[in-house]
T-cell receptor
Framework: NAGVTQTPKFQVLKTGQSMTLQCAQDMNHEYMSWYRQDPGMGLRLIHYSVGAGITDQGEVPNGYNVSRSTTEDFPLRLLSAAPSQTSVYFC????????????????FGPGTRLTVL | AQSVAQPEDQVNVAEGNPLTVKCTYSVSGNPYLFWYVQYPNRGLQFLLKYITGDNLVKGSYGFEAEFNKSQTSFHLKKPSALVSDSALYFCADYYGQNFVFGPGTRLSVLP
C-alpha cells in the first residue's frame, strides 16, 4: 500500500492564481481531511469528508474548496491564491472505529509546501 | 470549543535522560487522545492513543503516555531519550467528527 499520497510536493503561485492540491489514499478509508500547518499554530483543519459525496468545513475553510467523488481521492482547490495561504498542507485519512462512531488513527501524507507570492 | 494545550514550545533534554512532553485537554465527555511525531519535512506519524482502560498507554519507539483525568492531562514520556527522538510532537483530541491538535512541542535531545 502506498498509504496517503500528495502531489505536488512543492508549488509556487502568484497572487490570484488557482490550483488544485491532490490527495489520494489506497486504504479504503472513509474519513479524509485537509490541514494546514503554520509555525506556532499546529495543524488547523480546512475541510473534511466522512465519505464519498459528503464534505464539510473545518476551522479555516475560506479560500478553499473540496469535493469527494470517490473514496480514494480528496482534492483541495485554491480558488484565488493569497499570500496568507502560504503554508504546508497535509492530507490525512482514517477509518471508523468499530464501536463508538469515532474515527480511528489518522494517516498523513508527506505534505505540500505552497508559497504564494 | 474543544482545545488542546501544549504548554511548552521547546523541551531540551540530554541523551539518556527521561523526557516528558506535556499535553492538557479541555473537558468534554470522554477524551480520545493521540500523540503524533513529525520529523523534518515529513508528515505526522502516529505514536500512541488513549481510548479507555489503562491510564498508562504504551506506543511506538519506546514512548508511553499517562492519562490523568483529574488533571485533564495526557503527558508523553520516555525513560531514556535518544538523539533520534528530536522532532516536533503533537497532541490531539478527537471531538465531534474531527481531531483538534495542540500547537506542537519541539523536542531537542542533546548528545
Amino acid at each position: 500500500n502506498a498509504g496517503v499520497t500528495q502531489t505536488p510536493k512543492f508549488q509556487v503561485l502568484k497572487t490570484g492564481q488557482s490550483m488544485t492540491l491532490q490527495c489520494a489514499q489506497d486504504m479504503n478509508h472513509e474519513y479524509m481531511s485537509w490541514y494546514r500547518q503554520d509555525p506556532g499554530m499546529g495543524l488547523r483543519l480546512i475541510h473534511y469528508s466522512v465519505g464519498a459525496g459528503i464534505t464539510d468545513q473545518g476551522e479555516v475553510p475560506n479560500g478553499y474548496n473540496v469535493s469527494r467523488s470517490t473514496t480514494e481521492d480528496f482534492p483541495l482547490r485554491l480558488l484565488s491564491a493569497a499570500p496568507s495561504q502560504t503554508s504546508v498542507y497535509f492530507c490525512a485519512s482514517s477509518s471508523p472505529m468499530i464501536a463508538g462512531g469515532r474515527t480511528d488513527t489518522q494517516y498523513f501524507g508527506p505534505g505540500t509546501r505552497l508559497t504564494v507570492l | 470549543a474543544q482545545s488542546v494545550a501544549q504548554p511548552e514550545d521547546q523541551v531540551n533534554v540530554a541523551e539518556g535522560n527521561p523526557l516528558t512532553v506535556k499535553c492538557t485537554y479541555s473537558v468534554s465527555g470522554n477524551p480520545y487522545l493521540f500523540w503524533y511525531v513529525q520529523y523534518p519535512n515529513r508528515g505526522l506519524q502516529f505514536l500512541l492513543k488513549y481510548i479507555t482502560g489503562d491510564n498508562l498507554v504504551k506506543g511506538s519507539y519506546g514512548f508511553e503516555a499517562e492519562f490523568n483525568k483529574s488533571q485533564t492531562s495526557f503527558h508523553l514520556k520516555k525513560p531514556s531519550a535518544l538523539v533520534s527522538d528530536s522532532a516536533l510532537y503533537f497532541c490531539a483530541d478527537y471531538y465531534g467528527q474531527n481531531f483538534v491538535f495542540g500547537p506542537g512541542t519541539r523536542l531537542s535531545v542533546l548528545p
